[in-house]
């Protein structure tokens, strides 16, 4: 399985953008997915997670209210929607697929995508 990330991008505080994950090789029926991020310095932390059905999703406090997971109906695919981007959102955002239903530990993740940089200036 592999899975690309694509929609990063530099924007201003305040502006929203859409990360897209794209899952190839074999179907993700049945996998959780969810996004991780990585500041310049920082270790790598969980953003947020969605069940196989997208039924359930699971945020970090940081970003919830403000970020929506989801897939579509194909299941190949997910979504992060990030609102109200502040300045402490840049990193380099990860998708990631696991067999089972979803989590929220790196430990548990099976596949992982190269990441795509999302920068937020002043």
């Known amino acids: 399985v592999h899975v690309v990330e694509s929609g990063g991008g530099l924007v201003q505080a305040g502006d929203s953008l859409r990360l897209s994950c794209v899952a190839s090789?074999?179907?993700?029926?049945?996998?959780?997915m969810g996004w991780f991020r990585q500041a310049p310095g920082k270790a790598r932390e969980f953003v947020a997670a969605?069940?196989?059905?997208?039924?359930?999703?699971l945020y970090a406090d940081s970003v919830k209210g403000r970020f929506t997971i989801s897939r579509a109906k194909d299941e190949n695919t997910m979504y992060l929607q990030m609102l109200s981007l502040k300045l402490e959102d840049t990193a380099v955002y990860y998708c990631?697929?696991?067999?089972?239903?979803?989590?929220?530990?790196?430990?548990?993740?099976?596949?992982w995508g190269q990441g795509t940089q999302v920068t937020v200036s002043s």
């Open positions: 969605i069940s196989w059905s997208g039924g359930d999703a």
């Open positions: 990631a697929a696991r067999r089972g239903d979803y989590a929220r530990y790196e430990g548990d993740f099976d596949y």
């Open positions: 090789g074999s179907t993700l029926s049945g996998h959780g």
